[in-house]
């Protein structure tokens, strides 16, 4: 206890320094309070002006060797980003920051050290995923800095800043030591500079301002990193695919935005590649390289509707395009026409799935069968996304007129999210026996009528359940039995919706309700809910505050 005050007095009440210090006291125990408290004497005797760098110093350092590398990592993103967690754990892969683990994947991993550096107070959650894992997160300015000075010291990373004068710290014949380089503001203006960095293994921009890339520097960045790794140039816009971009063999992660229409078969050719990230203003997309031979690809992300090329004949596959058939993990999107039994067997160990296009293809009947039936071999599959676009037709016009079955989903599947389907509500039923499904995202226009009243017996697992702006005006749900386990419920735009059933107070389960832009008399009806859940709740613990209501606009 001493020691614990002597601590809380050296911190000074400064709050990011009593955070940080907690972080290390919590992660070593009490029996490392003593230590530390000599540690915070050392630093305090130090440097009085420098206090709260000297205590993040003092967490840093005691950071085992494999987490400094991916905390530094932050200070690479611009000051108060939201960083993604997908983009962030990919690009600590792609780096080699992740040590491996046979019981475990690279990405797994990943998750648990961003969840070791939240727990030691160092980096701050932002948003949550529907199954309660991070989605975003960001670090505190102040570690920010620190992440910068440190990085500078270790040569572990150089932000290229411009001088008043206009030239670059690029132009330091210093910068060519450096393996990383970040660039946030005035992008154009570095790239028409001719950097040279012959030892770069990594450049990230994160600028706000989006850059169209002049023709005449389509080739500058590739020409002057040829060892990249790592390209994340979301801000920077190709108007065509810079060519020179193939000779980059060594890229393990590219993230690239444009206004093409193919993706040329000398991609082929980056064998080293494990994330493939396109966006563009297109909304076609064709890929005409074979992805099928780059052995090390896990994740393809695009935001168009991607066509696939075909695998090679089983006759025609060489014994290494067989040994890599299981490394894709993440498709999305891809066309309706691309999801081929042919295609699925050359990735069965798919995770995640996006399906963007005309879906009613999907559930075109050929030779007594239908694309949508190799979707149920994907027996490790557990995000589908179907997203139903039949532009330039109005999204009414190509609605699906049934789901399949549920035996022809797939097996595993845990998050569902469907998007302009304009399913009828009566489908709902079959959604409701997917006996693993957890998380259910109804977009805009998934589904249309007036009318649903939820089936016996479904949704035995369900815990969050999103629906998007529809014309649904009576929900009848008979009883709280229909949705056991929910603990999420999330409205947005539904004003014709007349209110919210209220046996969603007696869902033990239930913690959330999100009303975001629906009307009165829904509110009404979540403050009902709401104080239903309270009354439960105090009778059980005394206390009410397990229940969270948010009501957008709050006069509603």
């Not at 005449?216 to 790794?229: C, D, Q, V, Y």
């Not at 064709?286 to 393809?300: P, S, T």
């Not at 999907?362 to 239908?370: D, F, T, W």
């Not at 190509?398 to 469907?418: A, D, E, H, M």
């Amino acid at each position: 206890m001493r020691d614990g005050m002597h601590i809380s007095n050296e911190c000074q009440g400064l709050p990011l320094a009593i955070v940080v210090i907690g972080g290390i006291l919590l992660e070593k125990g009490t029996d490392w309070w003593e230590k530390v408290a000599r540690s915070v004497d050392a630093y305090i005797a130090m440097d009085q002006d420098k206090r709260v760098d000297n205590f993040i110093a003092l967490s840093y350092n005691h950071l085992p060797y494999h987490l400094k590398a991916c905390f530094l990592y932050f200070g690479m993103f611009p000051e108060d980003f939201e960083i993604p967690v997908w983009k962030l754990v990919r690009l600590w892969i792609a780096e080699g920051f992740i040590q491996q683990n046979q019981e475990m994947s690279w990405e797994d991993i990943a998750e648990e050290y961003l969840e070791d550096l939240v727990g030691r107070n160092l980096v701050m959650v932002g948003r949550l995923r529907s199954n309660g894992k991070i989605k975003t997160c960001r670090i505190h300015d102040m570690l920010h800095e620190f992440c910068k000075k440190e990085a500078a010291e270790e040569n572990f990373f150089q932000e290229i800043k411009r001088f008043d004068r206009g030239s670059y710290v690029s132009s330091n014949p210093a910068l060519e030591k450096y393996r990383r380089l970040c660039i946030h503001t005035r992008v154009l203006n570095y790239i028409s500079s001719k950097p040279e960095g012959p030892r770069v293994r990594s450049f990230l921009s994160f600028s706000s301002d989006e850059t169209i890339l002049p023709t005449e520097h389509n080739s500058s960045i590739p020409g002057a990193f040829k060892l990249l790794r790592v390209l994340d140039a979301r801000s920077v816009i190709f108007t065509r695919f810079p060519t020179d971009l193939t000779k980059l063999v060594h890229l393990r992660y590219i993230v690239l935005s444009s206004n093409f229409k193919i993706l040329p078969d000398a991609i082929s050719s980056l064998w080293n590649m494990q994330t493939l990230v396109v966006e563009t203003s297109s909304r076609v997309l064709e890929i005409r390289a074979d992805i099928w031979k780059m052995i090390q690809l896990r994740h393809v992300k695009t935001n168009a509707s991607t066509v696939l090329p075909g695998p090679l004949s089983k006759s025609r596959k060489s014994k290494d395009e067989v040994l890599m058939s299981g490394t894709l993990q993440t498709l999305s999107t891809v066309s309706p026409e691309s999801c081929t039994e042919e295609v699925f067997a050359r990735a069965p160990n798919l995770k995640v799935l996006g399906i963007r296009g005309q879906l009613g293809k999907l559930l075109e009947i050929k030779n007594g069968s239908m694309l949508f039936d190799s979707l149920g071999r994907l027996s490790h599959l557990e995000n589908l996304k179907l997203m139903n676009d039949v532009f330039p037709r109005p999204p009414s016009e190509g609605s699906l007129s049934r789901l399949p079955q549920p035996y022809k989903f797939p097996p595993n599947l845990r998050k569902l999210t469907l998007s302009d389907t304009l399913l009828e509500w009566k489908d709902m039923s079959t959604l409701g026996m997917l006996e693993k499904l957890e998380v259910l995202k109804l977009k805009d226009n998934a589904f249309k009528g007036e009318w649903w009243k939820t089936e016996d017996g479904g949704f035995r697992g369900l815990r969050v359940l999103h629906i998007g702006r529809t014309n649904l005006v009576t929900w009848n749900v008979a009883s709280g039995n229909h949705f056991p386990r929910l603990r999420h419920l999330f409205l947005k735009h539904c004003g014709c919706l007349a209110s919210l059933p209220l046996v969603f107070g007696d869902i033990v389960c239930l913690q959330v309700v999100d009303v975001y832009c629906t009307n009165e008399s829904v509110a009404a009806s979540a403050r009902k809910i709401q104080r239903r859940k309270m009354e439960v709740q105090g009778k059980q613990s005394g206390r009410g505050n397990g229940f969270k209501l948010s009501v957008y606009p709050p006069d509603q």
